[in-house]
């Protein structure tokens, strides 16, 4: 069993830049494709990120892309995702995912196997 829990959200104005972390306990995720999705209100949840077990790998939604990076350190445990030119469109609660099954990026459904409970990120105009 994996534990994610998610920190470094909260209100951020538009143009700006947040950095949210990833803190994985009970497994190391080093073996395992890691990723970001997130969920504004009254919508389904949407994939944002994902990175591959080394870090050679990395995919994004186009809504993020040149916008969003995402990292890991699998000594430490963790990933990242790194979110500049923030937009109103991207308040959203922001969730990671581990997927048990593939190593070298996300499955072609998105597929997660484990999730954390998810940090707020709110954009004002």
């Known amino acids: 069993q994996v534990q994610l829990v998610e920190s470094g959200g909260g209100l951020v104005q538009a143009g700006g830049s947040l950095r949210l972390s990833c803190a994985a306990s009970g497994r190391s995720i080093s073996s395992y494709t890691m990723g970001w999705f997130r969920q504004a209100p009254g919508k389904e949840r949407e994939f944002v990120a994902a990175?591959?077990?080394?870090?050679?790998?990395?995919y994004y939604a186009d809504l993020v892309k040149g916008r969003f990076t995402i990292s890991r350190d699998n000594a430490k445990n963790t990933v990242s995702l790194q979110m500049n030119s923030l937009k109103p469109e991207d308040t959203a609660v922001y969730y990671c995912?581990?997927?048990?099954?593939?190593?070298?990026?996300?499955?072609?459904?998105?597929?997660?196997?484990?999730w954390g409970k998810g940090t707020l990120v709110t954009v004002s105009s």
């Open positions: 995912a581990l997927d048990s099954i593939s190593s070298w990026g996300p499955r072609p459904d998105y597929g997660m196997d484990y």
């Open positions: 990175i591959s077990w080394s870090g050679g790998g990395t």
